[in-house]
């Protein structure tokens, strides 16, 4: 039964009990019931006040990472996972988990071509954990995938080199087997910029991230665990945080062209974003710059784990709102949460700013990556039954749930492959996949073929329900790697598969 049936069926309030369920938090003793419900007693809960965020505080630079290496061309810190106390809202204190006691993490700032060396440390409680470099070209031992955690209390090295052409927005955050999903909405994911030796654009518009973050308050103040809609769907808070402010503002003069890196770094929510009237030029994506700007755009959509790079005019004195709007993505289930929000404010003052240089018609050159030696197919899939205990769910790649010592897929290093990534589920899933960058080539939906409107490196792309995307992988270091759904709940509950790159 798929889960469209099941949850039409009447029976879906029942908790879950299966393997992958069991390797969340410990929900025997949480809320595992459809949001509304008292947990076991089929009655309406009235629900507790949730503390009230304050909004409008000036937009705060994402504070960064600090480089201790003496000389050029290294970058050398350390970062701690630990728990900490967070201030969402006044007279309210909030355990998190957090980087070096910030959520978002610690920005870290890099140029292509230096060498890094980040020595964490994990102090968070009884709990593993990796750092996943997402997106980044490392080698596979440095990925942090789920097979090679950091134990409660120890330390580990992460070193890589990042090679020239490797500039983009790219992020990071836990990867533990089974425990990602609350670790992230806990806290743990940070910025990580790598940063062209010459941009070609203009430094006049500025360089600002905005981190977007999703947050869930319980009345008390404390972050409840995931409930059975979150499994189903991807968790999706309550409040869009933005460097972990509420709708904070910015304030600019009138005329002003700014460059902003758009980070979706929430665990289920998919953002439709839109800066009103302002004008959007798209000129990057997931893995740097495009070959050249696309002008004229009024929204930019980002699944859970995409980033974009976009530089937006603002011409008139006055005020613009960064909005998200509706974005139907198959959600499941009563009280769709991710609706349209406000999510910042700039304010665009009467004082005119300098007139800034116009952007290239050309911003870098995209390899291509040539015909594919081999065609590869995934097929997402959902089930739902009941079984002894309750319910079980499925979240599948070609029939199967994730297996950390299997390995689904042998790849060669070095060789051009096609990747056709069909959704055959009731709901949309953003697909990422480990070690490279690939480029999207065309989407297929009930036989219409639409080709990719422009070449570009990403290692995160939506999926929709019904389509089949097809891409050109290539990945050049051997090792093992991941692929799966970025709702980093299906991942968790086996939305993932592996794997091995070979010399």
Not at 94 to 106: K, S
Request: proline share 9%.
């Amino acid at each position: 039964m798929n889960r469209r049936e099941f949850l039409l069926s009447g029976v879906a309030a029942l908790v879950i009990s299966s393997p992958a369920a069991a390797q969340m938090q410990d929900h025997s003793k949480h809320g595992m019931d459809m949001p509304g419900m008292s947990p076991g007693d089929g009655k309406t809960a009235v629900p507790a006040a949730s503390p009230v965020l304050p909004e409008g505080a000036p937009l705060r630079d994402l504070p960064r990472l600090a480089n201790r290496a003496s000389g050029p061309g290294r970058f050398e810190a350390d970062l701690t996972a630990k728990p900490a106390i967070a201030r969402f809202a006044e007279g309210v204190e909030t355990p998190i988990l957090a980087y070096d006691g910030e959520t978002p993490g610690p920005l870290i700032e890099v140029t292509e071509g230096d060498k890094v060396a980040i020595r964490f440390a994990n102090r968070l409680q009884g709990e593993e954990t990796t750092i996943h470099w997402h997106g980044m070209p490392v080698p596979a031992d440095q990925d942090g995938n789920p097979m090679d955690p950091v134990a409660s209390g120890a330390d580990r090295l992460y070193a890589f080199e990042l090679p020239e052409g490797s500039a983009g927005s790219y992020w990071y955050h836990p990867h533990p087997h089974g425990r990602t999903a609350e670790q992230v909405y806990r806290g743990l994911a940070g910025a990580f910029i790598v940063k062209p030796r010459q941009d070609p654009i203009p430094a006049a518009y500025g360089d600002t991230p905005l981190f977007f973050t999703d947050l869930r308050l319980a009345s008390d103040g404390s972050i409840p665990p995931n409930t059975m809609a979150d499994l189903m769907n991807g968790r999706v808070g309550d409040h869009v945080l933005v460097n972990g402010q509420k709708k904070p503002v910015l304030t600019l003069p009138a005329g002003s062209w700014r460059r902003f890196r758009l980070f979706n770094a929430s665990n289920g929510r998919f953002l439709r974003l839109t800066f009103g009237t302002a004008p959007i030029t798209l000129i990057g994506s997931d893995g740097g710059l495009l070959e050249a700007p696309v002008p004229g755009l009024r929204v930019i959509d980002l699944a859970p784990a995409e980033r974009a790079e976009v530089v937006v005019a603002f011409d008139q004195p006055g005020q613009v709102v960064l909005r998200t709007e509706d974005v139907d993505h198959g959600w499941m289930g009563p009280g769709r949460p991710d609706t349209a929000a406000d999510l910042m404010t700039i304010d665009v003052t009467a004082d005119r700013a300098e007139t800034a240089p116009a952007l290239p018609a050309k911003l870098r050159r995209i390899a291509d990556l040539g015909p594919p030696v081999a065609t590869r197919r995934l097929e997402f899939t959902e089930t739902m039954s009941m079984g002894e205990g309750g319910m079980k769910m499925g979240f599948l790649i070609n029939g199967a749930s994730f297996d950390m010592n299997r390995v689904d897929v042998v790849a060669k290093a070095g060789q051009t492959e096609l990747w056709e990534i069909a959704n055959l589920a009731d709901m949309d899933h953003p697909f990422h996949l480990h070690g490279t960058q690939f480029q999207p080539v065309e989407t297929e939906r009930d036989g219409r073929v639409s080709k990719a409107p422009y070449r570009a490196w990403k290692d995160t792309i939506n999926v929709a329900r019904g389509e089949t995307v097809r891409l050109l992988v290539r990945q050049e270091q051997p090792g093992l790697r991941m692929y799966h759904c970025h709702i980093l709940e299906h991942e968790q509950l086996g939305m993932m598969g592996v794997v091995e790159v070979r010399a």
